[in-house]
């Protein structure tokens, strides 16, 4: 998949993520990874961005595995993003599709 439309997603992939569980960031990547293929290069600088942006708050948790992990956790706005950014990504998949079946009946 194209790197650039693969980015333009992550953003949404994170926020609908955080929208149902806090998670860390390791776990993010985990979860992303079982469905789109990324590295954890990829997450990170976006989750520095969402945070700084305030769609989510962190806070440490004690891991018995290691160190505390930073867990995330979506605030108001991050969640009226991310109701935003479906509608958006909804509109954009539904105009695409018509457009590639409309060229399928041209055919």
Known sequence: MNS????GVLE???LSL???KDYYGYEL???ISKDIK??????????RRLNQEGFFETYLQESQEGPPRKYYKLTNIGYQTKDQLINEWT???D???NIIEGDENND
């Open 4 to 7: 650039q439309l693969k980015k």
């Open 12 to 14: 949404l992939c994170v």
């Open 18 to 20: 955080l929208s149902k």
């Open 29 to 31: 990547v985990n979860e």
């Open 38 to 47: 990324i590295s954890d290069g990829t997450i990170y600088p976006i989750l």
């Open 91 to 93: 509109a954009f998949v």
């Open 95 to 97: 105009g695409v599709n």
